[in-house]
């Protein structure tokens, strides 16, 4: 449940919205909902980095990868593919890491469910 909440807020929000509101949106839901650490975090990761890979290929696909294709050769990547799971790894460290404070403060406050 927590990997659709935080999947959807960030997929709703990527459209019009900063790209930190990842961390907000599983930040809040963590803290509400979540249950362990490892849960909130892989939820938390997994959900932004699919939101993210998905988000940049709607953008990238109707312009053929002309800009991730140049972005990739300035890092110096084998392809435009390598910079997609790069973002996608980045999005999903800082939803993943946001989701774990907000159930380790949930812990702190002690509202634990028993």
Known sequence: ?????????SF??????P??????????????????????????????????IV???FKSIPNDHILAKKVAVLLHLPGWGYLLVITGIIGGLVSGFAALSGVLLQKAFGKEEH
Request: hydrophobic share 80%; no cysteine; charged share 0%.
């Open 1 to 9: 449940m927590l990997f659709l909440i935080i999947l959807i807020l």
């Open 19 to 52: 790209w930190w509101v990842v961390a907000i949106a599983a930040f809040s839901a963590a803290f509400f909902i979540g249950k362990t650490s490892g849960q909130a975090f892989w939820s938390g990761f997994l959900a932004v980095f699919i939101v993210w």
């Open 55 to 57: 988000l940049a290929l």
């Open 12 to 17: 709703a929000s990527g459209f019009f919205l």
